[in-house]
């Protein structure tokens, strides 16, 4: 047990001396204070670690792979929020979208990968029809276009967007 002590107030002996040596190396300025600091952090060390032993407490450094999960959960949550993000924007165009008078039944948008610009719209759509109204049986070839320079006019306009990135089936 006397060793024990001893050794530990050599250690601490030690510390003081080379904590004294350093001080008078470090030249006055800024940077004192931080050399300062650091060797006040070593000391502690050095006089606590033997009670730590006495104790068996361990040293884990847990909390450098808690710091490196937070991060990827940070990560997964903001791609999260940035799908949140899409997700209404989708909604917000597809009510706006109906209140110019077409039934939506597919609306995807793609973004570039900063999420900044949108880089294309794509969307399945269909001019309302009054319910009472019997819509005309097309045979052959026939084949009704619809117009929706309506929907185009307003992405381009709200959206900044160009004809060619909006695809409407």
Not at 42 to 67: Q, R
Not at 82 to 99: P, T
Not at 133 to 157: A, F, H, Q, R, T
Request: with cysteine.
């Amino acid at each position: 047990m006397i060793k024990i002590i001893r050794n530990w107030c050599e250690g601490i002996v030690v510390a003081i001396i080379l904590s004294i040596i350093i001080e008078l190396l470090v030249p006055e300025g800024n940077n004192k204070k931080y050399v300062k600091v650091v060797i006040g952090v070593y000391i502690i060390f050095v006089v606590i670690n033997p009670i730590l032993k006495l104790v068996n407490y361990e040293f884990k450094f847990d909390f450098v792979n808690n710091i490196k999960s937070q991060e990827t959960s940070a990560n997964s949550l903001n791609s999260e929020v940035k799908d949140i993000y899409i997700i209404s924007m989708q909604e917000e165009l597809k009510n706006k979208i109906e209140e110019l008078g077409y039934s939506v039944k597919d609306l995807k948008i793609k973004v570039d990968k900063n999420y900044e610009n949108i880089e294309n719209i794509e969307m399945k759509i269909n001019k309302k029809t009054d319910e009472n109204m019997i819509e005309p049986v097309i045979i052959g070839d026939n084949k009704k276009e619809e117009n929706y320079d309506e929907v185009i006019d307003y992405l381009k306009e709200n959206y900044e967007l160009e004809e060619s990135q909006i695809l409407i089936k």
